[in-house]
Structure formats: structure tokens, C-alpha cells
């Protein structure tokens, strides 16, 4: 399947405690995940199963990570592509696409003897955006509605249960329709992390490299107001570099000073116009 990111395929595990912070989420996402383990126990209840979770927020902040561990958590397959991914000059690729993704998610299960396949679209406002709002883009149209189809479809008694995740930041574009019960109908807020969120990122991020006595992740944090898991990860990497280029066998305080700044001005340039 041509269309589906480089993401796709047999994932390395990640579980929740490899995403800093991102309590809430975690916490949110989890209570909605206990009920895919225990279908059993779902059905007998007659509690319609979990088709959708959104999850909501910035770029970077472990939207994919959080999808990751919830195919961990679950022990299900990983199926990851992008809501632009589907987006195609002629009319009913998209729609086919929707199709082959579903059918792909469940082989891969099949294949790795998993009863459950997790499938992350990132930027699903670009699949799943208000329709009619395309300037009467037939495109745009058929391939939401194959995505709502396919969710419809899913019941309890398919032999591969598929649970569908959706990253947005623009959940004000999705088109109401998938928001409806059954199908995307738990949204999980994921924002920027605090500084005891940044703390744990910058943990989780500088554990296998040697840190000087001098560090104190904490002051890191505190100058790393704003930024997300994604720039905290660059700031550990480019304060390894730059250690690497002194030839120092530790990363400093002042290494990761100068990365801080590196990675704010990098921000600061991809933010000027045509810059
Ligand atoms: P996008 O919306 O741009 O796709 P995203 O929210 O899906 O972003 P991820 O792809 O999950 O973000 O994060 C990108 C990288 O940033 C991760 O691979 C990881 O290195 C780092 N990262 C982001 N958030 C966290 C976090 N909460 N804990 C640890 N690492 C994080």
C-alpha cells in the first residue's frame, strides 16, 4: 500500500511510561482502552465497543507516541498514515485507500496472531473536514465517507476488532459527522507540557546520555517554557551534538543552554514569512 507513511508496519513497542507528562491524556486515553482488553465482559454488558478516540492538540506533543502505546497497551497491531496521504487528484482513490487501510490493519493482526489493530491517521481534518467546505471537492466527500463507513461497519463480532485513533490540531474543521457516537466519540485533550511535564521529557530524553554534574534538568525546564516533547527531544540531541563537537565526554549545562536557544531560534526562522 503506496499511500501509507513510512510510520506503517511491525512498530517498535512503546508503552505509556515512555511519554513525559501528558497525565491527563494518558489517564483519559487508558480508562478508554481498558474497555477494548475486556470485550468480553463488554458484550455481555451490551456496551457498544470503542470505535474512535480523538486526540486533540499541538504538533509534537506525543499525539503518535500516545497511539503507539495504546496499540501496546492493548496488545494490538499498529497501522499509522496520514490524513493528506489520501488526498488525490482523482475521484475515488481516496475512498480506496480508506478501504486498503482497513483491510491492512487487520492482516497485519492476523499475521502477528494480535485479535486487535490500532489505526492512527495524524491530520484527519484533511480526511475528515467539514464537508461541502472543499468547494464541492467530490474527493474530499467520498473519502470521509468511506472512513464513516468503514467505522459503521465494525462490530463486535469481527474476528479483528479495529479501533480507529485521529490526531488533529483543528478539531473545529472536522466534519460533525464524525463526531457522532460510534464513531469518533471520545476526544482526548493532549497540550503542551507543563514544567513538571518538561522535567519528565527531559528525563526520558537524556537517559541514555552522560550528563555533567552541572545539569539540573529542572532549570532546563524552567527556560523551555512553550515548547513541546518534540523540541525538548532536539534540545537533548543538539546539546549532544554540540558536546560531541568539543570533544566532550559530558553534555553541560552549558551545552544545553546553547541548544535551548538553538532550538528557539530555529522556531524564529521557520516563523518569517517565506523565510
Ligand atoms: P504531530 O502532530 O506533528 O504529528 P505528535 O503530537 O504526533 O506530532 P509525536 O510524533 O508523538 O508528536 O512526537 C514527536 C517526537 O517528539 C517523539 O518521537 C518524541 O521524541 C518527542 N515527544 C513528543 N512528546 C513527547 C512526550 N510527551 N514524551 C516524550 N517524548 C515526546
Known amino acids: ?14 508503552s505509556f511510561e515512555d511519554i513525559g507528562g501528558q497525565d491527563i491524556a494518558k ?7 481498558e474497555f477494548i482488553k475486556d470485550i ?50 482523482y475521484v475515488g482513490v481516496g475512498a480506496q485507500r480508506v478501504r486498503q487501510l482497513f483491510k491492512q490493519a487487520r492482516d497485519i493482526a ?3 496472531n494480535k ?6 491517521i495524524d491530520e484527519i481534518e484533511v480526511l475528515g473536514g467539514k464537508r461541502g ?7 474530499y466527500d467520498q473519502t470521509l465517507n468511506e472512513l464513516l463507513v468503514q467505522m ?16 488533529t ?8 459527522a464524525l463526531l457522532r457516537p460510534g464513531r469518533f466519540d471520545r476526544q482526548v485533550k493532549v497540550d503542551l507540557p507543563d514544567k513538571k511535564g518538561r522535567v519528565k521529557i527531559l528525563e526520558l530524553h537524556t537517559r541514555n546520555k552522560p550528563l555533567a554534574e552541572d545539569v539540573l534538568l529542572e532549570e532546563v525546564a524552567n527556560d523551555t517554557f512553550g515548547f513541546s516533547g518534540a523540541h525538548l527531544e532536539s534540545v537533548a540531541n543538539e546539546a549532544a551534538i554540540l558536546a560531541f563537537r568539543e570533544n566532550a565526554g559530558e553534555i553541560t549545562a552549558q551545552h544545553l543552554r546553547s541548544a535551548v536557544e538553538k532550538v528557539i531560534m530555529g522556531e524564529k526562522l521557520d516563523r518569517i514569512p517565506g523565510g
Open 1 to 14: 500500500f503506496a499511500g501509507i507513511s513510512k510510520k506503517a508496519g511491525e512498530e517498535q513497542l512503546i
Open 27 to 33: 489517564g483519559e486515553l487508558q480508562e478508554a482502552l
Open 40 to 89: 468480553e465482559r463488554l458484550k455481555n454488558l451490551g456496551i457498544r465497543p470503542l470505535k474512535g478516540i480523538l486526540l486533540n492538540g499541538p504538533p509534537g506533543t506525543g499525539k503518535t507516541l500516545l497511539a503507539k502505546a495504546a496499540a501496546c497497551f492493548t496488545g494490538s497491531a499498529f497501522l499509522a498514515a496520514s490524513g493528506s496521504e489520501f488526498v488525490e487528484l
Open 110 to 112: 492476523r499475521r502477528n
Open 115 to 120: 485479535k486487535s489493530a490500532v489505526i492512527f
Open 133 to 139: 467546505q472543499n468547494s464541492g471537492h467530490m474527493e
Open 152 to 167: 459503521d461497519g465494525m462490530s463486535e463480532n469481527d474476528d479483528i476488532r479495529v479501533l480507529v485513533i485521529g490526531a
Open 169 to 176: 490540531n483543528r478539531s473545529d474543521m472536522l466534519d460533525p
